[in-house]
């Protein structure tokens, strides 16, 4: 009699099981990164920057001389340099292209940095995660310090969350377009046009848009950074919790994928925290992880 008692229970925990592997599933988006990837082994896409024929160059470098967690990546064509913040003690830094510090700019007033990007000649725009503030700065070879209180601003105040903020930026020349990445809870990539005001002598006339089935088709658990690519229109999504950079079309289809776990792209380690993400005129992706390593991406010949 007792066997007759046992099989439901063996049943209903059998069950249990079964639901909590489905909720994981679905947490950690498994279910359509596993059909993305079936596809993609299928009929590989040929459009685009095909990510899956990336190979890393430099990994896993320290940035020497620099303590505090770094955040976000963004490239300057004019100076052919990097920039990243940090924002324990907040600095705007410069970088060589091989993962060397070029100089340091003291931030004031920009409460907690998070991204930055290059928006023009001298002009880049820094987020400030907890307030949701954009704040557009401009550098030139003296600055050596920058005071938000001087700068042009604009909150957005979308979904107020903590530390879950404004995560990353990219930023589309051509259509003059500020992608905005809130990086969860819930995970969203906005639009914004009219920021940074290149008519500053007339009001702002902002206009926020956001593509909710291009983010729902986003198949990562969080947002880190972002990249515009002005070649293709395509818009790289970098995922630390997912270890994951994805390709987005420019109606908002994922593409393809770099996988930042051991034993892809040549990787020998997973790189542990990806915060920032930034490409080059050739393609050349750059990224560093917190708390201080720097990584080099290149794409290979066929």
């Not at 809130?182 to 009001?203: A, L, W």
């Not at 908002?252 to 542990?272: I, N």
């Amino acid at each position: 009699m007792r066997r007759v008692f046992r099989l439901p229970l063996l049943l209903s925990m059998l069950g249990l099981c079964l639901l909590l592997l489905a909720a994981a599933a679905q947490e950690f988006r498994l279910f359509e990164r596993a059909w993305f990837n079936v596809k993609a082994w299928w009929q590989p896409a040929q459009e685009g920057i095909a990510l899956q024929g990336y190979q890393v160059s430099i990994e896993a470098k320290v940035i020497d001389g620099l303590d505090d967690d770094v955040s976000a990546l963004t490239y300057d064509p004019e100076r052919k340099t990097l920039f990243t913040v940090t924002n324990a003690r907040p600095e705007l830094i410069e970088l060589s292209l091989d993962g060397r510090i070029l100089r340091r700019v003291a931030l004031t007033g920009f409460g907690d940095p998070e991204a930055v990007e290059y928006v023009g000649p001298g002009s880049f725009v820094i987020t400030d995660e907890r307030q949701q503030r954009l704040i557009k700065v401009q550098l030139d070879d003296n600055t050596t310090a920058l005071d938000a209180s001087d700068a042009q601003q604009l909150t957005l105040g979308i979904g107020f969350n903590g530390n879950k903020g404004f995560e990353g930026l990219a930023y589309d020349s051509l259509g003059k377009r500020l992608f905005v990445a809130k990086e969860r809870d819930p995970m969203m990539i906005y639009e914004v046009r009219g920021f940074p005001n290149e008519q500053p002598d007339k009001p702002f006339a902002v206009h926020v848009v956001q593509d909710r089935e291009r983010d729902s088709r986003l198949f990562v658990r969080d947002l880190s950074s972002l990249q515009f690519d002005e070649r293709s229109g395509h818009l790289l999504a970098l995922s630390d919790e997912s270890r994951l950079i994805v390709e987005l079309s420019v109606e908002g289809k994922p593409l393809s994928t770099l996988s930042l776990r051991k034993g892809y792209q040549g990787l020998q380690r997973t790189v542990p925290q990806a915060e920032g993400l930034a490409m080059d005129e050739a393609g050349t992706l750059y990224l560093v992880s917190e708390p201080n390593l720097f990584y080099v991406f290149k794409p290979q010949q066929p």
